[in-house]
T-cell receptor, first 116, second 109 residues
Framework: DVKVTQSSRYLVKRTGEKVFLECVQD?????MFWYRQDPGLGLRLIYF???????EKGDIPEGYSVSREKKERFSLILESASTNQTSMYLC???????????????FGEGSRLTVL | GQNIDQPTEMTATEGAIVQINCTYQ??????LFWYQQHAGEAPTFLSY????GLEEKGRFSSFLSRSKGYSYLLLKELQMKDSASYLC??????????FGTGTQLKVEL
C-alpha cells in the first residue's frame, strides 16, 4: 500500500515562530503536494513539486515556502507563523504520469496546526 | 481557472439512494474526480470521469456531462459508514487538482 506520512498530527505554535511540516512518501512518486483544509473553503493548494528541487506555487502560496531535497520528502515551511495559518495541512503524492489519467492522489493523515 | 460548486450538506436514510451534484467551470477540461473523506481522516480516491456518461463501481456511480459542466455521485444502498464528506475535483495545469468545498453527507437510521 502507498503510504504518505506526515510528521506531526497536532502542533501548537506561537505567532512569529518558524514551523516545519514534514511529509514522506514510500512509493517513489514524482508529484507531491501541500494543501490546507478549512471549513467552508475546502482543500486549497499551497505548493506542489513534480521533481526533486522543483516547486510550483499553488493557489495560496503567500506566507509559505517548500523544500524538496529528496524525492520522497516534501517539507512545508511557515517562516513566521500567523494566526490565520491555523488550519489542517494535508500532504499528497501521485505518479507524474497518472494524474491526468485517473487523478489518484494519496493523502497523508493531516497535520492540524494551531497558531496562538 | 477552475470554479466548482457543490451543496454543503445532505442527509439521507440508511438503505436509500442519494445523489450528490457538482457543477464546474474550467478552462480546458481534463476529467473530473470524486474523493471521499471521513471525519478526521485523509481523502481517498473514489472515481474519475473523462467521457460523458455513467461509470459504475459497486454501490457508487459517477456521472458526467461535459456540455453541461455537471457531474453527480450516486450512492446506492446507503450504509452508516457512508457518512462522510464527498469532494469533487478538476485538474488544472501542472498535474494539480482543484477541489470543491465538499458535500457533508449524513446517513441516518
Amino acid at each position: 500500500d502507498v503510504k504518505v506520512t506526515q510528521s506531526s498530527r497536532y502542533l501548537v505554535k506561537r505567532t512569529g515562530e518558524k514551523v516545519f511540516l514534514e511529509c514522506v512518501q514510500d512509493m517513489d512518486h514524482e508529484n507531491m503536494f501541500w494543501y490546507r483544509q478549512d471549513p467552508g473553503l475546502g482543500l486549497r493548494l499551497i505548493y506542489f513539486s513534480y521533481d526533486v528541487k522543483m516547486k510550483e506555487k499553488g493557489d495560496i502560496p503567500e506566507g509559505y515556502s517548500v523544500s524538496r531535497e529528496k524525492k520522497e520528502r516534501f517539507s512545508l515551511i511557515l517562516e513566521s507563523a500567523s494566526t490565520n495559518q491555523t488550519s489542517m495541512y494535508l500532504c499528497a503524492s501521485s505518479l507524474l504520469s497518472r494524474l491526468a489519467v485517473d487523478g489518484e492522489l494519496f493523502f497523508g493523515e493531516g497535520s492540524r496546526l494551531t497558531v496562538l | 481557472g477552475q470554479n466548482i460548486d457543490q451543496p454543503t450538506e445532505m442527509t439521507a436514510t440508511e438503505g436509500a439512494i442519494v445523489q450528490i451534484n457538482c457543477t464546474y467551470q474550467t478552462s480546458g477540461f481534463n476529467g473530473l474526480f470524486w474523493y471521499q473523506q471521513h471525519a478526521g481522516e485523509a481523502p481517498t480516491f473514489l472515481s474519475y470521469n473523462v467521457l460523458d456518461g455513467l461509470e459504475e463501481k459497486g454501490r457508487f456511480s459517477s456521472f458526467l456531462s461535459r456540455s453541461k459542466g455537471y457531474s453527480y455521485l450516486l450512492l446506492k444502498e446507503l450504509q452508516m459508514k457512508d457518512s462522510a464528506s464527498y469532494l469533487c475535483a478538476v485538474p488544472g495545469g501542472g498535474n494539480k487538482l482543484t477541489f470543491g468545498t465538499g458535500t457533508q453527507l449524513k446517513v441516518e437510521l
